[in-house]
Nanobody, 123 residues
Framework: QVQLVESGGGLVQAGGSLRLSCAAS????????MGWFRQAPGKEREFVAG????????YYADSVKGRFTISKDNAQNMVYLQMNSLKPEDAAVYYC????????????????WGQGTQVTVSS
């Protein structure tokens, strides 16, 4: 089992940046692939970015590639999502998720979820 807590959301103007953090249970993160998902009102939850158990592989949705960066610090049990050049369509609740297997982009493959953190982008 692993507990996940997201933080770092807030209000930012279009073109600005935010860094989201996900704090995970201690001494377990190295065996989990991690993903960031987001869900806007009335929309499906969608994959944003993922990172492998070791942190040596990352994947990004086309909509955020080149703007967002996922990183992982297994020793500190932390996962980050650096979001640059934010657009209004990036506004959503962002969720951190974990699975004790290889990295995938499928929501149903993830076993553990945080409570989410709100990102709002204004123009």
């Amino acid at each position: 089992q692993v507990q996940l807590v997201e933080s770092g959301g807030g209000l930012v103007q279009a073109g600005g940046s935010l860094r989201l953090s996900c704090a995970a249970s201690r001494r377990t993160l190295s065996i989990y692939a991690m993903g960031w998902f987001r869900q806007a009102p009335g929309k499906e939850r969608e994959f944003v970015a993922g990172i492998s158990r070791s942190g040596d592989s990352t994947y990004y949705a086309d909509s955020v590639k080149g703007r967002f960066t996922i990183s992982k610090d297994n020793a500190q049990n932390m996962v980050y999502l650096q979001m640059n050049s934010l657009k209004p369509e990036d506004a959503a609740v962002y969720y951190c998720a974990a699975r004790p297997l290889t990295l995938t982009t499928a929501e149903v493959d993830y076993n553990y979820w945080g409570q989410g953190t709100q990102v709002t982008v204004s123009s």
